[in-house]
Every structure is written in C-alpha cells, then in structure tokens.
C-alpha cells in the first residue's frame, strides 16, 4: 500500500514565502505532482517531479528526495489568491500497472 | 479547447437505482482515471484505465464499474447506489508519460438519498 503524509492546514503573510512538506512509502515510486485545489473547483497541475532535485517554475517550486520519501512545494511572494489546498500525488508501479495516490491536501490561508 | 468533460455536474438519487456518470476528454490521452473526494479523505482513485480496454481498479473501486470503449470516453457506473457513495468524484485524463500532469473535469456532486 501507499502512506503519504502532509500536513492539514497552514497559514502563511500575503508576500512570505511558505513551504508545504510531503512524506511518503510507497513500493514502486514512479513520479511525485503538486497539485492546487480551490474551494469547490477541481485541482488544477502544478509540477511532477520523477528525479531527485528542485523543479522551479515561476513562483512554485517543488523538490524530490526519492531515498528520504520527502518532497516539499514552495510558494514564493504569496499572493491572497494562493488560499488553496495544496495536494501531493504519488504514482507508483503495481504490477504493470500505474496508481495514483493523492494525499488528504495541505489548506493554505494567507493573510494580508 | 482541450478540456475533460463531466456530465452531469449535480445528481440527486434514490438507493439502488442504477447511474452513470460520463467523462469525455479531447486530448488522445491514454490515461483516464475516476477520484472521490470526501471530507478528511481526500481524493480516492476508485478505477483508472492505461488505453482502450485496458481498465484496473484503484483504492476504492467496490460499487462501481467503469469501460473504455473509446479512447476518449471513461464512464463511471453505479449498478446499486447506496448513500454512502454520496460524494463529489471527479474524472481525470493525461498522457502515460505524466510529464504535464493530469486534466480534472468539473467534478459531479452525487447525492444518494
């Protein structure tokens, strides 16, 4: 089976920078995505990462350790607009086939 | 536009009488996959699809059905609804290479009373 751990809520200051951390066990790991998700819409794609390292895209950031289980996304220069959950997905090998395994999600308040 | 189409957005259903819920993407994904998403659980994969007639289940698939017919096309099937397949499920499509991520449709909010 698959455990990913995140935390379930955080809040951060419109400008800051935040960093939102996940943990996971996982057998056959094939891939890590951030993805965002505002209330009552669906997730919308934020990074992949399949190999060690920092992937950097604008604002976001996010970073892979396959031997620690880790991966964190940063926000940087938060905007009002960045209030979401954030939800770490592990792809993973079963036997041929691919799962996809979504944490609970990290809910982000930031505040003026 | 390149998009993931669910239909319907909103259901309100009586116990045990069969629904399907469609999801279309226009994209030639390979991927196709059905989430729920429930309160304190976050999204579960229920069954997800790897190419036309190629289907396996995901952490949750007990109470659904699903085919892939068409490349395009992943229907989701309740035979029996029960009330506690109440949730909001989404649909989801990318290409095997997960490079770019997945799409989500809309969602659909099902209500089994």
């Known amino acids: 089976g698959q455990n990913i751990d995140q935390p379930t809520e955080m809040t951060a200051t419109e400008g800051a920078i935040v960093q939102i951390n996940c943990t996971y066990q996982t057998s056959g790991f094939n891939g890590l995505f951030w993805y965002q998700q505002h209330a009552g819409e669906a997730p919308t794609f934020l990074s992949y990462n399949v190999l060690d390292g920092l992937e950097e895209k604008g604002r976001f950031s996010s970073f892979l350790s396959r031997s620690k289980g880790y991966s964190y996304l940063l926000l940087k220069e938060l905007q009002m607009k960045d209030s979401a959950s954030y939800l770490c997905?592990?792809?993973?090998?079963?036997?041929?086939?691919?799962?996809?395994?979504f944490g609970t999600g990290t809910k982000l308040q930031v505040i003026p | 536009e390149a998009q993931v189409t669910q239909n319907p957005r909103y259901l309100i259903t009586v116990t045990g009488k069969k629904l399907t819920v469609t999801c279309s993407q226009n994209?030639?994904?390979?991927?196709m996959s059905w989430y729920r998403q429930d309160p304190g659980l976050g999204l579960r994969q229920i069954y997800y699809s790897m190419n036309v007639e190629v289907t396996d289940k995901g952490d949750v698939p007990e109470g659904y059905k699903v085919s892939r017919k068409e490349k395009r096309n992943f229907p989701l099937i309740l035979e029996s609804p029960s009330p506690n397949q109440t949730s909001l499920y989404f649909c989801?499509?990318?290409?095997?290479?997960?490079?770019?991520?997945?799409?989500f449709g809309s969602g659909t909010r099902l209500t089994v009373v």
């Open positions: 989801a499509s990318g290409f095997l290479s997960a490079g770019n991520g997945y799409t």
């Open positions: 994209m030639n994904h390979e991927y």
């Open positions: 997905a592990v792809r993973s090998h079963s036997g041929g086939y691919q799962k996809v395994t």
